[in-house]
């Protein structure tokens, strides 16, 4: 277990619809990136977010979104929903822009019918 | 834009054999380089992590070498084990920070 946990574990909508996805990090971990898999693939960097700032950005529309709050627990917002964004969710947290080790949550799985 | 590349996508050995996975990166101005581990449904473990200025590390049966001027690098498994069955994904960095580039990676079934 790395300590870093992600609800819901499963979640499903339909087209159009929007959704949120939370992540809650390591204690003591400033930073978190989300990352997008889809069936089969590896993972995408979707954005991160560094002491509640967005620190660079992957090749994903500004439909998607997130915040990071005060205890840096994060949230991945996601607008009008296409059948291409079912996948797993992947957040990972560490500490501070220079530490190499970061921890990955168990993931939340979104289908969109 | 950095493009990464496992082959093969899946591998079944007996237990027992060593296991040989491939990553090629095709921009070699990398950070370092990850190897992590994925079971069905789950999220990342990381295995093994390199520097840029290294050429390996080892973590008791892994090893994984570097080799960023032809863009490669390699996770040996030893001794194969049925607990090894997962898939396997490599990752890069640009630049100190954690923003990864992935490989597709590589499904590893290890029968008994």
């Known amino acids: 277990e790395t300590g870093v946990t992600q609800s819901p574990t499963h979640l499903i909508k339909t087209r159009g619809q929007q959704v949120t996805l939370r992540c809650s990090s390591q204690s003591g971990h400033n930073t978190v990136s989300w990352y997008q898999q889809a069936l089969g693939q590896g993972p995408q960097f979707i954005f991160q977010?560094?002491?509640?700032?967005?620190?660079g950005r992957g090749n994903f529309p500004p439909r998607f979104s997130g915040l990071q709050f005060p205890n840096y627990s994060s949230e991945l917002n996601v607008n009008a929903l296409e059948l291409d964004d079912s996948a797993l969710y992947l957040c990972a947290s560490f500490f501070e822009l220079l530490t190499d080790t970061q921890y990955f949550g168990p993931g939340t799985r979104l289908t969109v019918l | 834009k950095q493009e990464v590349t496992q082959i093969p996508a899946a591998l079944s050995v007996p237990e027992g054999e060593n296991l040989v996975l491939n990553c090629s990166f095709t921009d070699s101005a990398i950070y370092n380089l990850q190897w992590f581990r994925q079971d069905p449904g789950k999220g990342l473990t990381s295995l093994l992590l390199i520097q840029s200025s290294q050429r390996e590390q080892t973590s008791g049966r892994l090893n994984a070498s570097l080799d960023k001027s032809s863009g490669r690098s390699t996770l040996y498994i030893a001794a194969s084990q049925p607990g090894d069955s997962a898939t396997y994904l490599c990752?890069?960095?640009?630049?100190?920070?954690?923003?990864?580039?992935f490989g597709g990676g590589t499904r590893v079934l290890v029968k008994p």
């Open positions: 977010y560094y002491r509640e700032e967005e620190n």
């Open positions: 990752a890069v960095d640009k630049a100190a920070g954690n923003k990864l580039t």
